[in-house]
Each structure stands twice: as C-alpha cells, then as structure tokens.
C-alpha cells in the first residue's frame, strides 16, 4: 500500500531482503538466448536489429577507436530501458528512480573515459579545460570552471534519469488518485482524467526509451 507520494520511489523489501538486485537482474531473463538453428525466430530478429541500428547511431559522432565501446554502450542502453520500463508494470517500482544506482552506471563509465582521454591524448584532453585564445588574465578562472563542470558531468547524468522518470511517475499517480476519487462524483471529469493519464502512460513509454538513449549518448560524447 502506497501511503505518500514518494513512497512509490524507496526500495522493497521482501524478508529484510532489498529486491533492488532483483530487478536489475530480471530484464536480462525477458532476453531470448542464443540460438543454434540457422534462421532466428521473429523475437531473435526484432532484438539483433535494434542493437544493430542502436550501436550504428551511438558510433557516428565516435572516431574509429571510440568503436570498441560499442558492446559496453549497447549493453548499458538495453539495460536502462528495461529498467525503464519495468515500473511502468503493475506493482513494481521503478530501479532507475533511485540516484545511488544512476550514480553508479554514471560515475564509473565517466571516470573511464576520462581517465582514458588522459591516457592516450593527455595534450587534448587538458586542452578542454582552457579555450583557444583566452585572455591571460582568465585563464585561471576559466580552468576552475572547466574543472568544475569537468566533474558535474556524472551528476548531471544520474539527476537527469532520475529527475525524469520520478517526476511522470508523479503525475501518473496523481491522475490515477484523482481518477478514483472523481469517479462516484463527477464520472464525466474522471473519464477525462482517464484519458489524459493513459496518454501520459503512452508517453511514459516513449520517456523511458528516449532518456536511455540520452543518458548513454553524453556518455560517449563525454
């Protein structure tokens, strides 16, 4: 039972047990394994071709040698938008509505690629912190700020996930509550907010595909 409206949000516990773990295993059961026979099924090939068109996209802005995050990226997008998803089911919750596990996707693959930048082009890498042709008097200024928003990345990303998924999740529960208190008093109005919630459920769907798709686009542009 759901006694306030961010309660949806916390962690269930089953026997003291936190079912977070649980429902990030779970999307990669709903995935078909491979197969032997020599033709796919239908679900086999609806899956190859999304992962095939989904890593070409993500790999255009990347040079050749960003090529080799492509298993990483694609694994990572498929895992977000099942995770995504999964609180759209009836009595679930959504992982992605908690900042520890975003922070956790986000931080590590961060710090990855800038360690990496480091590694191979330290020159350019530096570089960004100081734009071409700053006055001398600003140049300490500017790589402060640089430096700072530098490390804000990973935290823009893992507030942005989650900022938008809990906030539609908000709503929906909101229209939901209003829909069943409306319904004895005003039927025409609670069909109304019926309608406009189930709307916003099919939108719903479409913001938990395309915020996995942003959060794993600024990381590779990152």
Known sequence: MVLGLFDQFFTPYFLGVPLLAIAIITPWVLFPG??????????????????????????????????KWALLLTVLM???????????????????????????????????????????Q?????????????PAPLIPVL???????LFVRPFALGVRLTANLAAGHLLIQLLSSATLFLIDKMWPVA???????????????????IQAYVFVLLLSLY
């Open 143 to 149: 790589i402060i700020i640089e430096t700072i928003s």
């Open 191 to 209: 069909i109304l907010t019926g309608l406009v919630m189930a709307i916003l459920t099919l939108l719903e769907l479409a913001v938990a595909i």
């Open 34 to 67: 491979a197969s032997n026979r020599v033709v796919n099924g239908r679900t086999q090939g609806v899956q190859n071709s999304f992962v095939m068109n989904f890593a070409k996209q993500i790999l255009l802005p990347l040079n050749v040698g960003a090529h």
């Open 122 to 134: 330290p020159t350019i890498a530096l570089g960004h912190l100081l734009p071409e042709g700053t």
């Open 78 to 120: 498929i895992n977000l938008i099942c995770l995504n998803l999964l609180g759209l089911l009836p009595y679930t919750f959504t992982p992605t509505t908690q900042l520890p596990l975003n922070m956790g996707f986000a931080i590590p693959l961060w710090l990855a690629t800038v360690l990496i930048g480091l590694r191979n």
